[in-house]
Structures are given as C-alpha cells and as structure tokens.
C-alpha cells in the first residue's frame, strides 16, 4: 500500500460524501452537533521495515482527521465514524501513506414498512497473513452495501421482514480480488414474550469475484432473543451451502453455522461479553469488519470456512481508572487448498485520571498464529504506556512509549521494534 504509482483509484471517500449528502438533508433540522477533531503526530522507530536484522530508523509525521456524528431519530436516520489520516517518513523509508477508517450507517424510510440502507465500512487490513504489518504489505479494503427492506406485520405478535441488497467489495491494490455481491433475505419473528422472541431466516449470497470465481452461498437459521434485567443473548443457529465455481470445475461445501452474542452487566460498574460466530463465505465479505481480530489471506481466492471466538470484559473503577480485558480464537479454512491458519491472542487496557488535566494509558497484546500448511508459528507481543496532558479545553498534547517484538520458527519473520510517538491534538468541535 505504501507504493502510490500505479493505484486504481478508490471510490470510497465519494460514496461517503454522497451518501453523507444524500442523507443529512433529512435530519438537519434534529440532528445532534457532529465532534470533528484532529492531530498531528511524530512516530520515531528503530525498526521500522520490522526486520530481523539491519534495522532501519526512521520518524512519521502523520496528520489525522477524526468526525463522529449519530442523527436524531427521524424519517432518514445516520451514524457516521471516521478516521482518516496521511502520512509521510522524515527518510523516505515508505512514500507517503493514506490511512482510512469509516463505519457510515444509514435508512431512510420511504413508505409505511419500507426503507433503504445504506452501509460503507473502510479498513486498512493485512494483505499477507504470514508477513510483517509494514505499509508495503497493507491494502485498503471498503466493503459497501445498499438496498431496501420492506417490514410487514401479521398481528400483533408476527414480523415477517424480506430484504434485497447489492454489495461491492473493493481493495486500493490492484493484485487483491475485487467482487460484486447480491444478498436476498427473508426473516419470520415471533414475540413470544416482552423478554423472548424467536423465528426462521432463509438468505442467498452470490458473490461475483473479478477473479472469475462465482461463490454461492445459501442459508437457512432458527433466529432467538432473550432478555433479563442484566443480560441480553442472542444469536442463531442453522446449516449453510457453498458452492463455488470456477469455469468448469464446480466444489460445494455444508455444514452447521450461526452465532452467538451474550452480553452481562455484573454490576453498575463491570459489564461481560462473549461473541461467537461460524461462516461459509470469501476473504471479500465483512466477517474480517464484524470481528477484527480475523486476519484473511488475500493471496487465497477461495471460500473460506471461518469460526471466530470473542469474549472479555470491563470495569470502571472508583479512582478514575479504567480496565478492559478481551481474549479471542479464530480458524480460517480455504476450502479449494485446504489450507487453515489458526489465531489466539489477549489484550489489556488500562487508563486512569491522574489529575484534571493529566491522565495514564497502557496497553499490551500477545497475539499467536500458526499456519498448517508448513507448521510454521509466530508469537507477537506489543505493550505500550503513555500520558495525555490537556493544555486547554480543547489542545492537547500526548506522548506513548511502546515496544513489540515477533518470535517466529522461521528467524527471517522474527523482529524487534521500540518506538516512541508525541503527538498534538485539537478538538474543533
């Protein structure tokens, strides 16, 4: 990602301001004042390539941008979180890099029971699992998705909802798969009670890869909500089929997928989560969006068979500090090579206010991966400490010292880096 010369051009920051204007008019009149913040940052490295040997150092100046809006709720409803950012190296080691975050979520209701969504994720992601996460081996991956669905009630306790959606998946590098991809959904709920609900869920996927790969994916699901006072589960559970056609040559697959979703408030203060999901589906679809910590390999060109696991929790504490504890597992399966990669791993983060003005932030990670194809592994630790001085209501200014390393079977993937960061921060409004 860091060689400019060459590139298709994008389109995701058109959609995101065709939509934005497409949308806002609705609610201008009710929506709540958007956040708008932005940063200047210097990144010093003594291994910025992350290489085994040689280390090279260099310094990155990034300028960020940062907008939060969520309307009120009315005929035409958004909820905007976007992040982008450039950046250039004092010694050239990379040229100069974009860097794009935005989760862009809208519907408008365009007759009783009917409306049109629109949704556009954008993700810097990994483009070989196996290398380094160095700009070189980054691509921007914008996943959009539009469509009406139209709601119907048939009593007082029935909901049938059917729904028809285009997607296009696209990434900045032009030797990743691009595909177009058409959703078609069908749902029954049933209330049975205030705190239980449940239902049937039939949907087909056909995803179009620019590779000549057609993936058709078929689902049918029991769908089931239930509530307490401190605790929401939700999920379902169903079998899917996968049939994936190149020229002549035709493979199907099936097996037994869903999701789980349990959210628990212990107390006031700590709250608990545990996520679990299992898909047939492609390294172009959302689930990489939907559960960050999977990493898809995008030299494969296949289905994927992918199972992710997600849980931790959170505590607020009475001195002003904060804790967030998260532990995941994930398996990708390539269904044409046969080829799974493994990943586990746990996160720290702790913040605490140490004055008014001055407040703590550290975090830590361990993350492993193991690729069955060769049996090779690699272990990757990050910790990093930092403190936030505000200078003014709305100036701040930052500084983080870090650390990460990579310990691997092969000695040519192993690294080391320490690098220390000292940025400024202005909250427009």
């Known amino acids: ?54 280390e090279t150092s260099d310094i990155e100046t990034r300028a960020n941008l940062t907008l939060v809006h969520q309307t009120d709720p009315g005929r035409c409803e958004t909820n905007t979180n976007a992040n982008f950012a450039y950046g250039v190296w ?39 699992a196996r290398a380094s996460d160095t700009p070189d081996n980054r691509t921007r991956k914008n996943v959009f998705t539009t469509g009406p669905v139209y709601s119907l009630m048939l009593g007082q306790l029935d909901q049938l909802t059917v729904s028809a959606k285009y997607g296009n998946t696209e990434y900045s590098e032009p030797g990743n798969i691009d595909s177009d ?39 049918a699901s029991l769908l089931f909500s239930k509530s307490w006072q401190a605790t929401r589960l939700s999920g379902s559970i169903g079998v899917s089929q996968l ?24 107390n006031p203060v700590t709250q608990v989560y545990f996520r679990a999901s299992r898909e047939l589906t492609d390294q172009t679809s959302d689930f990489d969006i939907r559960f960050g910590d999977v990493v898809f390999n995008l030299r494969q060109t296949t289905a994927v068979e992918i199972t992710a696991l997600d849980a931790g929790f959170a505590r607020q504490f009475s001195d002003a500090s904060r804790i967030s504890v998260g532990v995941f597992a994930n398996r990708s399966k390539y269904l044409r090579t046969e080829e799974v990669q493994d990943s586990s791993g746990v996160s720290v983060n702790y913040s605490r206010t140490i004055s008014e003005l001055l407040s703590l932030q550290t975090r830590g990670s361990y993350r492993y991966r193991t690729f069955d194809s060769d049996g090779l592994s690699y272990s990757t630790y990050r910790a990093d400490i930092g403190l ?6 709305d100036l701040s200014v930052d500084g983080r010292v870090g650390h990460a390393a990579r310990e691997s079977d092969l000695g040519a993937s192993e690294y080391q880096e320490n690098w220390i960061t000292l940025g400024l921060g202005y909250q427009f409004f």
């Open 1 to 54: 990602m860091a060689r400019l010369s060459g590139r298709r051009k994008c389109p995701e920051f058109l959609c995101f301001v065709v939509i934005c204007a497409a949308l806002a008019p609705f609610n201008t009149l009710r929506a709540e004042p958007l956040t708008l913040s932005g940063g200047l940052n210097n990144r010093f490295s003594d291994n910025v390539t992350l290489a085994p040997s040689n």
């Open 90 to 128: 004092y010694d050239g080691t990379y040229d100069p890099e974009t860097y794009s975050f935005l989760d862009f979520s809208g519907d408008c209701e365009l007759a009783r029971g009917l409306s049109w969504t629109v949704s556009d994720n954008l993700r810097d992601v990994t483009q070989n």
């Open 181 to 219: 991809r058409y959703i078609g959904t069908a749902s029954w709920n049933h209330t049975f009670s205030s705190t239980l609900s449940g239902g049937l869920q039939f949907s087909t996927n056909r995803a179009e890869l620019d590779s000549g790969v057609e993936i058709d994916t078929d689902v």
């Open 243 to 266: 049939e994936s056609r190149v020229g002549a040559n035709t493979q199907t697959s099936e097996g037994v997928v869903g999701n789980l979703s349990l959210e628990r408030d212990i």
């Open 388 to 393: 936030v001085y505000q200078l003014t209501r």
